[in-house]
Structures are given as structure tokens and as C-alpha cells.
């Protein structure tokens, strides 16, 4: 046989074998509409071709960068009272954790005792009149009313799910204004080892109850104090020297597989965490830092990431309400800063506030915070349950992307509005999610190439989301 005839017949060969598998290569599509029409419906599949046109969101599997563990929403007492109480709770639970019938949710933000959103007067675990440094009034009694019975049936329906752990105040008598609501941390050294005890009785009787505490975070919003409902300051130093001297080496003594997570407060603060992990003995002690929403912008945890690569970061907080409540704007505001936005830029979590309010925004005993936030879902006085739209921008991550996927390089068009962010799961399977957040009648038309096939999406509409999964 001759070159050149040889030479025909191989590039004969190589161009049947991408034509076979692209024909076999179909891809599924879930849609979310900012007009609210479509909502997380799955789509028919797309087929594989070569390239057609519009944007080309190149994905490269070879290109990895961190794991992801979860994502989800937190467990307040009000949103645990909730679904504890609801005749339709196993419906519930399921449509927000079952991974076949529901969205997945991975990863679960507890609240220790009390915050602004509380069913039953706010507590703490050990809430005596006293100075109590023993801690031998130490209880989580209050816990197993409801909250624990609720993660137990969380974890039972999906195992996978981790559980962070976030205080918003320590027991009064260690703080210098005696009282859940407002003040500051003692920073004496008793007082400091006192509530590294006090977290590892937590952790204890947690793992007593059958439920490990994947992270801790040591203080929700450790800059803002107020006397509407438990808040506590905690000064970077007071901080940092808690992580050095008392709670590290405390959790290493005990060899907790707990992870010690510092921050906890808005993006545009970056100057706390950097100070706190400056300190090379409390940095050895420290997993990574989190983020809230409520000031600042996506990008501002790069300061600490670009410092500091081998630290993890978390994005833990960000509530939905009436002062917003179209569809489009939240699903791609959302997906754009948050679930696009923050996993891009390194974090292994995304999560919200409350899974669950009532129809008042409530339930609330004796707090005074926010009366017009909303939950991953309502459930109202009158029974079943609503979905709103929370729902379905984490829905767009939760279900397809599943603990211990690596995100994966993909173009993204942040300049023409259209955003793109993708994983690589377990099992090998692709997830790219695309966002037009574009106002007004702009579509977007583009293709995901992957593995060398085509992918073509016409005129996805402003404001909508698309997930697409090459298993």
C-alpha cells in the first residue's frame, strides 16, 4: 500500500470516528425561563455536532481546580420548626434533598441555638446566670425538640449531605454585655477556653446523635452587633488568638476531623480573614474562610484566595425576600454571583439563608432582624409547601452536581452577558451551567464543546439558566 493511499484511509478512519461519536453524543438540558414559565424542566436532549455557531463555551476537562462539597441552605430553628411540624414534611424534605425526585441539596448550614429566626425564645447550650467555666450545664436538649429529628430525617434521605455549624452568640455570661442580643466576646483566657470546651461538647453530642459536623464556623457576622437578636463581636485579634491558644489546639487534641472555618461575614471585609490567617499559629489550625453577600462584591474574596491558595473557601450566606420578587432578576442574579460567580473564583459550597419561612416570613419569638426574607421554600400556615425561586437557582446546581466534583475549565463572556461555569462529577459526567443574564428581549445563542463535540443552544432567552449534563 502506498503513503499517500494509507494516508487517505487514516484520515478516512479519524473522521468516522468523530462523526460516530458524535452522533452518538446527546447531552440533557434543564431550563429555567426568567419569565417563570419554565422552571427547572428538562428539555428534549441535544445531539452532538461539529461547530454551527455563536458563542463556543469551550470546556477542558484537563483543567481542574477545587472539589466541590455541596450545596444547600441553612437550618434555622424557624425553618426546622417548620418542617418538624408540616404534615406534608416528608414531601418537603424529599423535593429539597432527594437526589432522584428533588433538588439534591448537599450541604447544610445548622444554626447553633438562637439567631433572628427563632420559633421558640432564642438559647444557647449552656445559658446559665452565672460563670459557668466547667460547663457542666452544658446540654443540646433543646436541639433534639426538633432540630435534630430534622437533620436525622435530612441525612436519611440523602447520606451524602455534610453539616456546617455556625453560632451567632455565645452563652451571655461569656460576653461583656451578659445578654444573647448584641456585645462582645470576653477575650480573657478563661473565657476563651470555655467556649473551645463548649464547641467540643457540641461536636461530641453531635456524633453522640449520629450527625458529624463536617465545618465549624466560629462566629456568624463576627463585625455586626445588635439588640434585636443574638449577635456577638468578635475582634480579629480576640479571633485569632481563640484559634491559637484554645479552639486548635483543643480540636487537635481531640482529633476531630471538624474543620475550623474563620470569617463569616461580607465579601468586602477581606481585611479580617487576612489578618487572622497572618498569624502562622493560628494559620495551621484554619481550613478556609466564608463569605456573605450583603456588601462588597463576588470578586473580593480573591484577596484572601490569591494570598493565601492553599486555604479553602466557603460561601455561606446570601437571603432572597420581597424587596425583590421577579423571577429573572433573582434566578440571574443569583446564578451569576453566587452559584456561577463563587465557584468560579475557588469556593467548594454555595449556600443560602433559611430552607424554609412561613407566610409571614416568620415563624420569629422574641427577635427583632429581618421581617421580609424568604426561604428556599414557604411553608404556610395552611399546609403543602411553595417553591420559590431559590429553589430552582440552587436546583440548577444541587441535583447535577454532586459532592466531590472537580470544577473544570469553561469559557465564560461576562463582557456580553452570557456566563458560564463547569464540573466534572465522580463519575466522569460533565455539568456545564450557562446563564443569560442579559435584561430585556436579548437571547443568547451558543455552543458547549466537549470532548471535541458540539453542543449547539439557540436563543435562550434574558434572565434564564440551562444546565447541561454530557454523561
Known amino acids: 500500500m502506498s503513503i499517500d493511499r494509507k494516508s487517505r484511509l487514516l484520515t478516512i478512519c479519524f473522521v468516522l470516528q468523530i462523526f460516530i461519536s458524535t452522533v452518538n453524543s446527546k447531552a440533557e438540558v434543564w431550563l429555567s425561563t426568567g419569565d417563570s414559565r ?13 461547530p454551527i455557531g455563536g458563542k463556543t463555551i469551550d470546556v477542558d476537562r484537563n483543567q481542574k481546580f477545587q472539589d466541590i462539597k455541596g450545596f444547600g441552605a441553612a437550618l434555622s430553628n424557624s425553618a426546622a420548626f ?21 433538588i439534591g441539596l448537599s450541604y ?9 429566626f427563632n420559633a421558640v425564645s432564642p438559647y444557647t447550650y449552656d445559658d446559665t446566670k452565672y460563670e459557668n467555666f466547667n460547663m457542666d450545664k452544658f446540654s443540646i436538649a433543646k436541639d433534639r425538640d426538633f432540630v435534630i429529628p ?24 461569656m460576653k461583656d454585655s451578659w445578654t444573647l442580643y448584641g456585645g462582645t466576646i470576653r477575650s480573657e483566657s478563661q473565657y476563651l477556653a470555655s467556649y473551645a470546651e463548649y464547641f ?94 450583603y456588601g462588597g462584591n463576588r470578586y473580593d474574596p480573591l484577596t484572601v484566595n490569591n494570598a493565601y491558595p492553599n486555604k479553602d473557601m466557603y460561601f455561606t450566606e446570601c437571603s432572597g ?5 421577579h423571577f429573572g432578576s433573582v434566578l440571574g442574579w443569583n446564578t451569576q454571583n453566587l452559584f456561577i460567580g463563587q465557584t468560579r473564583i475557588g469556593s467548594r459550597t454555595v449556600l443560602l ?6 407566610e409571614n416570613h416568620g415563624p420569629i419569638v422574641d427577635v427583632s432582624g429581618c421581617t421580609n426574607c424568604r426561604g428556599v421554600v414557604t411553608i404556610p400556615s395552611w399546609g403543602g409547601h411553595e417553591k420559590n425561586v431559590e429553589y430552582y437557582s440552587l436546583g440548577h446546581f444541587a441535583k447535577f452536581v454532586r459532592p466531590g466534583a472537580r470544577r473544570i475549565w469553561s469559557a465564560t463572556y461576562e463582557a456580553e452577558e452570557l456566563e458560564s461555569v463547569a464540573y466534572q462529577n465522580p463519575d466522569n459526567s460533565v455539568v456545564v451551567v450557562v446563564a443569560n443574564v442579559a435584561w ?11 470532548d471535541g463535540v458540539y453542543y449547539y443552544y439557540q436563543n435562550l432567552p434574558s434572565r434564564s439558566v440551562i444546565t447541561l449534563i454530557k454523561r
Open 200 to 293: 467540643v461538647r457540641f461536636i461530641r453530642d453531635y456524633q453522640t446523635e449520629g450527625i458529624q459536623i463536617d465545618t465549624l464556623t466560629l462566629q456568624n457576622e463576627p463585625e455586626h452587633s445588635t439588640g434585636g437578636y443574638p449577635t456577638m463581636l468578635m475582634p480579629w485579634d480576640v479571633q485569632r488568638d481563640f484559634i491559637r491558644y484554645h479552639v486548635g489546639p483543643r480540636f487537635r487534641q481531640e482529633g476531630f476531623s471538624t474543620q475550623i472555618i474563620i470569617w463569616d461575614h461580607n465579601w468586602d471585609a477581606s481585611w479580617y480573614p487576612m489578618n487572622v490567617l497572618g498569624d502562622p499559629e493560628a494559620n495551621q489550625y484554619i481550613a478556609g474562610t466564608a463569605w456573605h453577600c
Open 82 to 102: 417548620l418542617l418538624y411540624n408540616s404534615p406534608d414534611r416528608e414531601a418537603i424534605l424529599n423535593d429539597l434533598f432527594n437526589t432522584n425526585t428533588g
Open 108 to 116: 447544610v448550614r445548622l444554626v447553633m441555638g438562637g439567631s433572628d
Open 150 to 173: 430534622v437533620l436525622r430525617d435530612i441525612i436519611r434521605i440523602n447520606p451524602e449531605v455534610r453539616i456546617m455549624a455556625s453560632p451567632w452568640s455565645a452563652p451571655a455570661w
Open 321 to 325: 425576600g420581597e424587596w425583590d420578587t
Open 440 to 450: 430585556g428581549e436579548t437571547t443568547k445563542t451558543f455552543q458547549v464543546l466537549i
Open 38 to 50: 419554565i422552571k427547572l424542566a428538562r428539555q428534549g436532549d441535544i445531539g452532538g455536532s461539529g
Open 353 to 358: 439563608w433559611n430552607l424554609a419561612l412561613d
